[in-house]
């Protein structure tokens, strides 16, 4: 199912990984319940994990949720909705920066697993959002990786192949885009993606 933080390969990230603690922007992770009611998710959606971080813009909130269908779908069709949302308090309420969605099959619920790591990556004052979350393939095929880095709320991307075994190779391809990032988040991405990578993740 879906884990949080505190998940055995996360905890192993941070160990590996000290840098990513963040230079500013304190990030606290939520209960459901103390979510604002005001927040607009997707419909017969739950939020299974909630984080906050308050940098030099204000209060950011970002949010995983799942939405699966009740009834059973053919192969070729979605059963669940992965989506990820940024939200910012204004002064009119919590304003959405932006939001990104997944469709999963075979009851991901029982297998996806993601990270969300939320801080200020390379000390600019803003939050940084890392996502990363690997899609079980086929026995056949290989597990699909994606990573997906929201800096000044714009999106950039490393998807491929992951490692399921020691014996296999992953691939990894970058959003056009990917190399214009800060030198200190390309960094932090590769490594996380690296991560994601590993037969253990």
Not at 13 to 39: E, K, N
Not at 56 to 79: D, F, I, M
Not at 100 to 124: K, V
Request: aromatic fraction near 8%.
């Amino acid at each position: 199912m879906t884990r949080s933080l505190c998940a055995s390969w996360m905890a192993a990230l941070l160990c590996v990984l000290p840098d990513f603690a963040a230079h500013a922007c304190t990030t606290r992770p939520l209960p459901p319940a103390a979510l604002p009611d005001s927040l607009e998710l997707p419909k017969g959606s739950r939020v299974t994990q909630a984080w906050s971080c308050k940098d030099k813009l204000g209060e950011q909130l970002v949010l995983a949720t799942l939405s699966t269908n009740s009834q059973p779908l053919p192969p070729s069709q979605s059963e669940a909705e992965l989506t990820f949302l940024k939200f910012r308090q204004t002064p009119l309420g919590w304003k959405r920066d932006w939001q990104a969605r997944d469709f999963l099959h075979d009851q991901p619920a029982q297998r996806t697993n993601e990270l969300i790591l939320l801080g200020d990556y390379d000390g600019d004052g803003q939050a940084d959002v890392f996502l990363a979350y690997a899609i079980p393939g086929l026995p056949a095929e290989p597990d699909e990786g994606k990573l997906l880095v929201f800096y000044k709320d714009q999106k950039y991307a490393i998807r491929g192949a992951v490692a399921r075994t020691p014996s296999d190779f992953g691939s990894r391809k970058l959003s056009a885009n990917f190399l214009t990032l800060p030198q200190a988040i390309q960094t932090q991405a590769f490594r996380l993606w690296d991560k994601l990578n590993s037969p253990h993740h």
